[in-house]
């Protein structure tokens, strides 16, 4: 079974920094996206930065210069380093796995799998 695990989230004061973790299992593909998402109440889930296998990556306007991604493939791991907290980065925060037709991009559509949510809290 495809399986994502996303930790890490807590309650941080702005401009204050975490960092998620999002494990993957279960598949195998010779491309594939991990991306993470966040939504906050009320609001509709966005993307915030995806990874490629390749090592490529990409961001959301919204983070650029705060947030970086990373992977470490050893662990099937991937990583979202987040500086600079502020009070709208608060929402609940998803990785989603792409590769059965490897678009990637922020389409929440295009993903197959998803882990649960872990929880992000900024306070101001």
């Known amino acids: 079974d495809v399986q994502l695990q996303a930790s890490g989230g807590g309650l941080v004061q702005a401009g204050g920094s975490l960092k998620l973790s999002c494990v993957f299992s279960?598949?195998?593909?010779?491309?594939?996206?991990i991306t993470w998402f966040r939504q906050a109440p009320g609001k509709e889930r966005e993307g915030v930065s995806w990874i490629r296998n390749d090592g490529s990556t990409d961001y959301a306007e919204a983070v650029k210069g705060r947030f970086t991604i990373s992977s470490d493939v050893a662990k099937s791991t991937v990583y979202l380093h987040m500086n600079g907290l502020k009070f709208e980065d608060t929402a609940v925060y998803y990785c989603?796995?792409?590769?059965?037709?490897?678009?990637?991009?922020?389409?929440?559509?295009?993903?197959?799998?998803w882990g649960r949510g872990t929880l992000v809290t900024v306070s101001s």
């Open positions: 989603a796995v792409d590769f059965i037709r490897p678009l990637g991009g922020f389409v929440p559509l295009r993903y197959d799998y």
């Open positions: 279960g598949f195998t593909a010779d491309d594939y996206y």
